[in-house]
């Protein structure tokens, strides 16, 4: 079963507004990684992060790395409707990836 | 450039049939994994290779599931007699080299659908 906790579980929001989604653990991860999935596709690497602390941004998207390496949020701001899609959150180490059970963003124009 | 290739991309089978799924890995990329991904869930890991050698299988839910790479490029998941319980995503990964911070890139999926 999954071993992250990521919530929440479903937002809709308005175009043009801010979202924010969390992953927590029971256990440390070297690497954090954030990853959108869009329908009949596979994941694909929005952000990773590999130090505890550390605080990275990938266009409207920006993710951080918990300081005790056991959490990682990803804010997305300025919300489009392409933004539509599935986020997962994994935590890694040493090629043992474990991901959340998924964030579902709805966009409304 | 290419990613990752899956095929097919969509599989029904009846239960108790035997299925392969094919897996394309970036050129020349060292690590490829396999996971699993059930409806409305993240994606589960299967099984992970460095080039042709399976490092570990511990995610294999069954003996019935088997996967091979034997030329440390094109890599096989093999189910034998599926059940319905085996309907789910079934996703490719691949990465560079085999290190810490390595990035995997996954395949589109190949969806099973046991009858």
């Known amino acids: 079963g999954q071993q992250l906790n990521q919530s929440p579980q479903s937002m809709f929001i308005q175009e043009g507004e801010d979202v924010s989604m969390n992953c927590t653990s029971s256990?440390?991860?070297?690497?954090w990684l954030w990853y959108k999935q869009d329908p009949g596709e596979g994941p694909v690497l929005l952000i990773a992060?590999?130090?505890?602390?550390e605080l990275t941004s990938n266009g409207r998207l920006t993710a951080q790395f918990g300081i005790t390496r056991k959490d990682s949020f990803l804010n997305i701001s300025a919300s489009i409707p392409s933004d539509v899609g599935i986020y997962f959150c994994a935590g890694n180490n040493n090629n043992d990836m474990r991901f959340g059970a998924g964030t579902r963003l709805t966009v409304k124009p | 450039g290419a990613g990752v290739s899956q095929s097919p991309r969509y599989k029904v089978a009846k239960r108790g049939q035997d299925v392969a799924l094919r897996c394309d890995p970036i050129s020349g990329h060292v690590s490829l994994f396999w996971y699993q991904q059930a409806l409305g869930q993240g994606p589960e890991f299967l099984t992970y290779?460095?080039?042709?050698?399976?490092?570990?299988k511990s995610g294999l839910p069954s003996d019935r599931f088997f996967a091979e790479r034997p030329e440390g490029s094109v890599s096989t998941l093999k189910i034998q007699r599926t059940q319905q319980e085996d309907s789910a995503v079934y996703l490719c990964?691949?990465?560079?080299?085999?290190?810490?911070?390595?990035?995997?890139?996954f395949g589109p999926g190949t969806r099973l659908l046991v009858l």
């Open positions: 992060l590999y130090k505890a602390g």
């Open positions: 290779f460095q080039n042709e050698a399976q490092l570990d």
């Open positions: 990964a691949s990465s560079q080299l085999d290190g810490i911070q390595e990035t995997q890139y």
């Open positions: 256990s440390i991860f070297n690497t």
